[in-house]
């Protein structure tokens, strides 16, 4: 959970006093916040829902210790429903687009994979694995107990050459809930998308014969300040973009 959603862990804490007619102090819902914190709210609402219906202790209120083990002992299905989400995400929008997902976890990972671009150049044959790699490791950040940073949104092809070339850039496209991605967008770090920009920088030296282009300061993104209402055309042989594993490009949809 982050700090925006302690508003709506009070809330549950509230009611679960009610049922089990406990009073619930403010020092300790921020105890039970801390201790949960690592989990997103829906998750640990999800627990808390499971864990009353449970006929053998849903009668006694739960233990910070007891809704962690209902969320880890399900780390796996949970990578996989990430997974799931982020196949859809690639399948129906492609990797020439910028996209923030509604999960920073999703966003952390992809970017440790190589970025948004990468994953549109994978083949069918390294699909399984490219599976098997994204939930192990989003099962690995979700049982972290220590912060960590994501970026606030991950390159597409399109505005990797558009940036490199000084051209105006395209918003993303927010793949998730809206409210959830305004505050992955907030909360995550500018620089964790130098590595996407580097590529592509990287990527157009090559297509122009330059041996290497010098790196931005820290902190500057390389597309800062260009404003251009010029755009990358896929007919123009210079600014020819490499094929996509996914083509089609509707327009976006909240996942589910």
């Known amino acids: 959970m982050i700090d925006q959603d302690l508003e709506g862990f009070s809330q549950i804490m509230t009611g679960l006093g009610e049922i089990y007619r406990i009073s619930i102090s403010a020092s300790m819902i921020e105890i039970y916040f801390r201790a949960l914190r ?23 209120m739960p233990k910070p210790a007891d809704i962690a083990r209902m969320l880890d002992g399900g780390s796996k299905d ?26 920073p976890i999703t966003m952390r990972v992809t970017q440790d994979m190589g970025g948004w671009i990468a994953f549109g150049e994978k083949s069918e044959d390294e699909w399984p694995f490219v599976a098997n790699d994204f939930k192990a490791r989003y099962a690995s950040y979700r049982s972290r107990s220590a912060p960590f940073d994501f970026p606030a949104l991950l390159r597409g092809r399109v505005n990797g050459e558009n940036g490199s070339r000084g051209f105006a850039l395209e918003p993303p496209v927010n793949f ?47 597309h800062a300040g ?8 896929a007919a123009d042989d210079d600014a020819q973009l490499p094929p996509a594993r996914v083509m089609a490009n509707p327009e976006p949809v909240p996942a589910g």
């Open 38 to 60: 690592r989990y997103d709210l829906a998750a640990v609402d999800d627990a808390i829902q499971r864990h009353l219906l449970n006929p053998d202790n849903g009668q006694f």
């Open 78 to 103: 949970t990578a996989a429903l990430a997974w799931s989400r982020f196949d859809q995400a690639l399948r129906h929008i492609g990797t020439y687009r910028d996209i923030r997902f509604d999960d």
């Open 226 to 233: 260009v404003q251009s209402p010029a755009r990358v055309q």
């Open 176 to 222: 998730g809930d809206p409210d959830r991605c305004r505050l992955v967008e907030q909360r995550g770090s500018d620089s964790a998308q130098d590595g996407d920009i580097r590529r592509a920088l990287d990527g157009a030296a090559a297509r122009l014969g330059v041996a290497g282009l010098p790196k931005p300061p820290a902190g500057v993104q390389p």
